[in-house]
């Protein structure tokens, strides 16, 4: 199965990193973000791996020539301002009506990759997202008057489920994808949620994307946990 990177966005909130890189390739402890997730992958088997890329594609492309004999990559360029499912439609060619994973080029998650991919077989989706808890930013009070009544430090549990990427899709999802500017998360997950072919497997462990520079910092802090 191949998986999908998407990796075209210019990381308007990383100006100080991806002004002269693509967000992708910012480096957390030393290791650009996207070869640790192409690294979790491999964990699990996976070999064949394709970026979408946009925003400053020769970086990448110069990267990974010099890193073919050891992975499996082709970096395809899917436009400089392609929505996230324009990005995908540009790859229906070379994914040949396969079922495929796919995941954002700006997030680490330790989800079980064989688990999930056995609860979308099992529920008969079309798609199939790793929903996650986003981690909690700030502590809760109870306010009587001018005073503190109660004080609670806020727990990722008090947040809703959001889309956490690490998809899996099968082909007819290429039926919703227009052109380059359709946005996934949009139309095309919509829709399909209102067909009841939209899955959500519930990952209650580690997750954490890399929108700001606060993000950033937190990624080198858990990758220094060992915990991705």
Same mark, same amino acid.
């Given at each position: 199965m191949k998986v999908v990177i998407l990796a075209g966005g210019k990381g308007s909130r990383l100006t100080e990193y991806t002004s002269s890189i693509p967000k992708p390739m910012v480096k957390i402890s030393r290791i650009p973000i996207l070869i640790r997730i192409i690294n979790y992958y491999k964990k699990f088997g996976f070999k064949e791996f394709i970026i979408a890329s946009g925003y400053k594609s020769r970086i990448i492309e110069t990267y990974? !020539? !010099?890193?073919?004999?050891?992975?499996?990559? !082709?970096?395809?360029?899917?436009?400089?301002?392609?929505?996230?499912? &324009?990005?995908?439609?540009?790859?229906? !060619?070379?994914?040949?009506? %396969?079922?495929?994973?796919?995941?954002?080029?700006? &997030?680490?998650?330790?989800? *079980?990759l064989k688990k999930l991919i056995k609860f979308h077989k099992k529920n008969n989706n079309y798609v199939t997202l790793t929903a996650v808890r986003p981690p909690a930013r700030f502590g809760g009070l109870k306010l009587s008057g001018s005073k503190v009544k109660y004080f609670k430090e806020k727990s990722s549990l008090d947040e809703g489920w959001i889309n956490g990427g690490f998809f899996v899709m099968e082909p007819i999802i290429f039926k919703y994808l227009k052109d380059d500017k359709t946005i996934l998360e949009r139309y095309p997950l919509e829709k399909i949620s209102k067909l009841k072919k939209?899955?959500?497997?519930?990952?209650?462990?580690?997750?954490?994307?890399?929108?700001?520079?606060? *993000?950033?910092?937190?990624? %080198? %802090?858990?990758?220094k946990k060992n915990i991705f």
């Open positions: 990974f !020539k !010099k890193k073919r004999k050891r992975i499996n990559v !082709k970096v395809i360029f899917t436009g400089n301002n392609s929505m996230t499912g &324009g990005r995908i439609k540009r790859l229906q !060619k070379v994914l040949n009506d %396969e079922r495929f994973l796919l995941t954002y080029g700006d &997030g680490l998650c330790d989800v *079980d939209l899955g959500a497997f519930k990952h209650y462990d580690n997750w954490q994307c890399m929108d700001t520079i606060r *993000d950033k910092i937190l990624l %080198e %802090e858990l990758v």
